[in-house]
Nanobody, 123 residues
Framework: QVQLVESGGGLVQAGGSLRLSCAAS????????MGWFRQAPGKEREFVAG????????YYADSVKGRFTISRDNVKNTVYLQMNSLKPEDTAVYYC????????????????WGQGTQVTVSS
């Protein structure tokens, strides 16, 4: 099992930036992919961005492409989500997740989850 702890959420005005961090511990070698998901009130949890631990290949939801950047530090076992040009519709709880399926965007393919961090974008 992989333990994940997110940090970096907060309140920001539209057009602003935030950087989320996700520190991983435990059996991190068993995970091939790290992902960020988000869930707004009354909505399903949705994929935001993913990165392969070893090759660094990244992929994004269309709604954040060009504004968000996912990256990882293999030495620190930490994954980041840099969020720029934030919009009110980006408001949600953001979750970090670890999985084994390359390129997956499905919640069910990620077996370990963090507790989530709130991001609120005011208009």
């Amino acid at each position: 099992q992989v333990q994940l702890v997110e940090s970096g959420g907060g309140l920001v005005q539209a057009g602003g930036s935030l950087r989320l961090s996700c520190a991983a511990s435990g059996r991190t070698f068993s995970s091939n992919v790290m992902g960020w998901f988000r869930q707004a009130p009354g909505k399903e949890r949705e994929f935001v961005a993913g990165i392969h631990w070893h090759g660094g290949w990244t992929y994004y939801a269309d709604s954040v492409k060009g504004r968000f950047t996912i990256s990882r530090d293999n030495v620190k076992n930490t994954v980041y989500l840099q969020m720029n040009s934030l919009k009110p519709e980006d408001t949600a709880v953001y979750y970090c997740a670890a999985g084994r399926s390359y390129g997956s965007i499905k919640v069910a393919d990620f077996g370990s989850w963090g507790q989530g961090t709130q991001v609120t974008v005011s208009s």
